[in-house]
């Protein structure tokens, strides 16, 4: 059973910052896509960032650039999220997700993650 371990959500206000981090087995972290989603109330699901753990291509969404960061340790098998300048419009459930073995290669497509955290919330106030 795959599991993915999250940690440091929390609240803040606007232009803090917090790091979540992500801990998986060597099995699912090993050259393998993780990423972290997000979803708030009433809204779909979005892929924040992802990152190919096998050569470290990164994929971030337009509203994120520039202010969060994504990166990996292959001591730890860990993905970490770093946000900072949060926005109040941040705010929602973030989970970890990582794609299955069974599938490959180094782009990591927002459909084929299948595992999931259980998810941390991150609250920016104004």
């Known amino acids: 059973q795959v599991q993915l371990v999250e940690s440091g959500g929390g609240s803040v206000q606007t232009g803090g910052s917090l790091r979540l981090s992500c801990a998986a087995s060597e099995y699912t972290y090993r050259s393998n896509c993780m990423g972290w989603f997000r979803q708030a109330p009433g809204k779909e699901r979005e892929r924040v960032a992802s990152?190919?753990?096998?050569?470290?291509?990164?994929y971030y969404t337009d509203s994120v650039k520039g202010r969060f960061t994504i990166s990996q340790d292959s001591a730890k098998n860990t993905v970490y999220l770093q946000m900072n300048s949060l926005k109040p419009e941040d705010s929602a459930m973030y989970y970890c997700?990582?794609?299955?073995?069974?599938?490959?290669?180094?782009?990591?497509?927002?459909?084929?993650?299948?595992?999931w955290g259980q998810g941390t919330q991150v609250t920016v106030s104004s």
């Open positions: 990152i190919y753990t096998g050569g470290g291509s990164t």
């Open positions: 997700a990582a794609r299955p073995r069974w599938r490959y290669g180094g782009v990591c497509k927002e459909a084929e993650f299948g595992y």
